[in-house]
């Protein structure tokens, strides 16, 4: 089967072959040159440098789970859709989830995701116990905090580099139902964003906001939730729309955008409401509408995620207005000071912002580049989940540990991002 | 406490099946070849509370089908017996080679053809139960394209429409699953369009059938149509065709 990453590089698919059981695998390295999940990360991370990958999507059998402890033990290729299926109607979740949940537990723990939880629960990898790796060479290893540590932490965010993950053992969260208590508050400049988010810091589980980045002050919707103690049971999500194909011309444009953005602003006419959603449907509103990346177009789009302090964030907002260039999906979260268990781990303290802007050639690199170098004089980082175009530089500065990964790397796992980030040392 | 066997357990639609049963805390008996395979498949069905798990091993081409086997898959009884097994030969391959052809016609049909005889007088004389065996929309019209799989499946639905015929005066319910496309480990290799579903689509429809339905289950539901039309294209035209 052909394969390209969640933003459509490249742009001549790679081949994907399937792994579905263990057996499977003696095959696969040498091969297939990177194991990948379902590839819902945007840039080259999940391709590799041969054209030939191979998805671990198929191992996807639970092996046991401890309803007193809430701890699951699984194969790396369920998703994490898959488990809240499974654990909600038993009373736990997962800690954590990233904003979709169509994708694996083992690319989830590869990429340490975050979610609107992170400044209480930190990143998806602080609640994997322990994991079992396979290297090319045969070898497997059972990795946790007491056992070949260095090779879990390297592991953890470690973009699949290390080998493939077979199982994880993963600390599941206790909750009444599947049902959450959210509030929606309206604000108009940014400040208020940042003083909504302290507050509710200690008081929500789950903060997120979305900005109007094309508004001159940032205006924007700050929700916030908490496990809601109601246990009824919720209807199948099923899926709102698919999108059938790109459109030739993309209807996502600098036009359109100003006006869906103020749509979206004022579709809420009170400063402040609030309501009962599934957890599920809160957290993953674009899973409701398969194939969203394809409304982009043909040419597609990029998403620019970073974290930073909260002084640059003004600068970057200032600087996507000024360009004229907007997003629709534009995020922001104050992450918590817990720690990320990877070395490579993205979130760190400071506030991340994530867009997406129809990609649009030289213009959108062009942006990209003043927005780096913001982020770089600010000492932020940009997301390797979410990139396709950040400078080896850059990367090596924000992550500063990747020389211990590549001593961890397999030999024969190889990501195209991994080649350009870290190919110009030689 | 129901009880169920599935054969070919390994089987992208097998395991959605069985995932399923479990959720139900069916006690469930798998066979299938790789005994590696089926034990961690039994983990993941406990796992979501499957009452029990039995194991055994089972090849299409060389378990003999005696009274052994039968006692042991039938042991106190069966709700549930679901035939899975197959596979799907490269046509240009084997279509000119007779033992290929045989070989592919043993494993598609007459493997699964063995197993109904073994076990539909236990299930007459039980008097109650569900046999679901997969076929094909394949098994509809020969084509040139796949007709040793197709004309196995045709084997498998014609001989399921019989025992129908035969187990409905007792109240056993057999089914033939014709599934289209469906995304699985067969189907790796192939790209996937919008006609394709999902194995838990499948497994959902072969449970949804068991009451009350003609017995022919084509899955998704429009295959029917897909199939109806392909099936009244006059054979004159038909063989000129390149299906």
Redesign the interface.
């Known amino acids: 089967?052909?394969f390209t990453s969640w933003g459509g590089l490249p742009e001549q698919p790679q081949i994907k072959?399937?792994i579905?059981?263990?057996?499977q695998l003696p095959g696969v390295f040498g091969d297939a040159g990177l194991v990948v999940g379902m590839g819902r990360s945007y840039g080259d991370v999940p391709l590799s440098i041969n054209g030939i990958v191979a998805s671990a999507r198929?191992l996807d059998?639970?092996?046991?789970?401890d309803s007193s402890t809430g701890l699951l033990h699984c194969?790396a290729g369920v998703s994490l859709g898959e488990i809240l299926a499974?654990a909600l109607p038993r009373g736990w979740s997962l800690p954590v989830v990233p904003g979709t949940q169509f994708c694996t537990v083992g690319g989830a723990t590869a990429n340490d995701v975050h979610g609107k939880n992170h400044h209480a629960r930190g990143t998806f990898g602080r609640h994997v116990k322990s994991l079992l790796l396979q290297r090319s060479s045969g070898e497997q290893l059972h990795c946790s905090s007491q056992a070949n540590v260095d090779w879990f932490s390297a592991t953890i965010g470690g973009l699949g580099l290390t080998g493939v993950i077979l199982e994880l053992e993963i600390q599941l969260s206790r909750v009444d139902g599947p049902w959450l208590d959210t509030e929606t508050i309206k604000f108009g400049e940014l400040d208020e964003f940042f003083s909504l988010s302290e507050e509710s810091d200690s008081s929500h589980e789950y903060n997120v906001a979305w900005i109007d980045c094309l508004s001159r002050k940032s205006r924007g919707h700050f929700t916030r939730a908490n496990h809601s103690a109601a246990a009824d049971p919720v209807s199948a999500h099923g899926t709102l729309f698919s999108v059938?194909f790109a459109p030739p011309v993309s209807p996502v444009n600098r036009f359109t955008l100003k006006a869906f953005n103020s749509l979206y602003y004022h579709r809420q006419q009170v400063s402040r409401r609030s309501g009962r959603e599934s957890l599920v449907a809160w957290n993953f509103p674009l899973d409701r509408l398969n194939q969203w990346n394809r409304l982009y177009g043909k040419r597609g789009f990029r998403q620019y995620q970073c974290v930073v302090p909260e002084p640059a964030i003004k600068d970057l907002l200032a600087c996507i207005r000024q360009s004229g260039d907007g997003s629709f999906l534009a995020v922001l979260k104050m992450f918590g000071d817990l720690a990320s268990p990877g070395l490579l781990s993205f979130p760190r303290p400071g506030t991340t912002l994530a867009l997406d802007f129809p990609w649009r050639g030289a213009d959108t690199l062009a942006l990209f580049k003043r927005l780096d170098q913001i982020v770089a004089a600010a000492n932020g980082a940009i997301y390797p989940a979410k990139d396709a175009h950040m400078s080896g530089e850059d990367f090596r500065r924000a992550y500063p540990a990747w020389e211990q990964l590549e001593q961890h790397r397999d030999p024969v796992l190889k990501s195209q991002f991994w080649q350009r980030v870290t190919g110009e040392s030689g | 406490m129901k009880r169920a066997a599935i054969f070919g357990a390994c089987s992208a639609i097998a395991v959605a099946t069985a995932r399923m049963l479990a959720e139900q805390g069916y006690t469930l008996l798998l066979a299938a070849r790789a005994e590696e395979r089926l034990q961690v498949l039994a983990q993941d069905l406990r796992s979501r509370g499957a009452a029990d798990c039995e194991l055994l091993s089972y090849d299409a081409e060389s378990t003999p089908l005696d009274q052994q086997l039968a006692d042991t898959v039938w042991a106190s009884g069966l709700d549930f017996m679901l035939v899975a097994h197959g596979q799907l030969p490269d046509q240009a391959a084997v279509q000119d080679d007779p033992e290929a052809t045989a070989r592919e016609l043993n494993v598609n049909a007459g493997s699964a053809i063995g197993l109904l005889a073994l076990f539909a007088g236990r299930f007459e004389s039980q008097g109650n139960g569900t046999v679901a065996v997969i076929s094909s929309v394949a098994g509809d019209r020969g084509r040139q394209s796949n007709y040793v799989y197709g004309s196995a499946k045709a084997a498998v639905s014609t001989y399921t429409q019989g025992l129908r015929n035969r187990l409905s005066k007792s109240g056993v319910c057999v089914l033939t699953i014709k599934p289209g496309f469906v995304d699985s480990p067969m189907t790796a290799h192939l790209e996937k369009g919008f006609l394709w579903a999902q194995p838990d689509k499948v497994a959902a429809d072969i449970l949804g059938a068991r009451q009350g339905s003609s017995g022919v289950v084509y899955t998704p539901w429009f295959w029917r149509y897909i199939m109806l039309i392909i099936k009244l294209i006059p054979e004159r035209l038909f063989k000129k065709l390149s299906l």
């Open positions: 089967m052909s072959k399937t579905s059981w263990r057996d198929g059998r639970l092996l046991g789970f194969e499974f059938p």
